[in-house]
């Protein structure tokens, strides 16, 4: 079985300061990692994803997010937080052998960014 | 940019009445998907259908739960009998066959109220 956890249900910066958004997974092979940001009354959105490669990912917005797989955490993170970045995040995991490739979400984290 | 559209936006239903919810993924999108997210909670899979038929699913989607593709474009979700916890928003996405690594792209969602 794949799992995911979102430890933080909300997390508030101030505008300008750098934020991190935690995600940790369980999976049986190997990972394929997504997350997505959800506005009020919205769909989701995808920001970015980890494959293969480069464990530094760089996504929509300005937002990049580091695939650690001795933690098996996937943080969402960003230099410098917009107001406009307060949301519901999503972090999601699939595996590569899994028949039906159906995602599987973490709880959600909100995300306040304070002016 | 091409997006996954559902309808209806909103609906209102009694207890124990067929609800069927719809859904145009992306056009050129093989592996389609329903997921629900209920007030406040995480987004919970539903199903996933490839080739016209289910490929996989989940405990929610029971014998009440079916889908079906029938015609070029769009995409179902009918539930046969709803119950108080059908409650929920219904998101649809799509993926293209092509991108194993892809990720899904959903649309804004159908709100489901059953009284």
């Known amino acids: 079985a794949q799992s995911v956890a979102q430890p933080e249900d909300q997390v508030n910066v101030a505008e300008g300061n750098p934020l991190t958004v935690k995600c940790t997974y369980s999976?049986?092979?190997?990972?394929?990692l997504f997350w997505y940001v959800q506005y009020p009354n919205r769909g989701l959105q995808f920001l970015l994803k980890y494959i293969t490669g480069d464990n530094l990912v760089k996504g929509s917005y300005g937002f990049e997010a580091e695939f650690n797989k001795s933690q098996t955490s996937f943080h969402l993170k960003k230099p410098s937080a917009l107001v406009s970045d307060s949301a519901l995040y999503f972090c999601a995991v699939r595996v590569l052998n899994n028949a039906g490739n159906m995602l599987t979400f973490g709880g959600g984290t909100r995300l306040m960014v304070k002016p | 940019e091409p997006e996954v559209t559902q309808t209806p936006s909103h609906q209102v239903t009694q207890m124990g009445q067929e609800v069927i919810l719809r859904c145009v993924p992306i056009s050129n999108h093989l592996y389609f998907y329903w997921y629900r997210q209920i007030l406040g909670q995480k987004v919970e899979f539903l199903v996933s259908?490839?080739?016209?038929?289910?490929?996989?699913k989940s405990e929610i989607f029971d014998d009440q739960f079916s889908v079906e593709r029938p015609d070029g474009s769009n995409f179902t979700l009918k539930i046969r009998s709803t119950k108080l916890e059908d409650s929920a928003m219904y998101f649809c996405?799509?993926?293209?066959?092509?991108?194993?690594?892809?990720?899904?792209?959903f649309g804004e969602g159908s709100r489901l109220t059953v009284l």
């Open positions: 259908f490839y080739n016209n038929e289910i490929s996989e």
């Open positions: 996405a799509s993926r293209a066959q092509t991108a194993n690594t892809g990720e899904l792209f």
């Open positions: 999976v049986s092979g190997n990972p394929y």
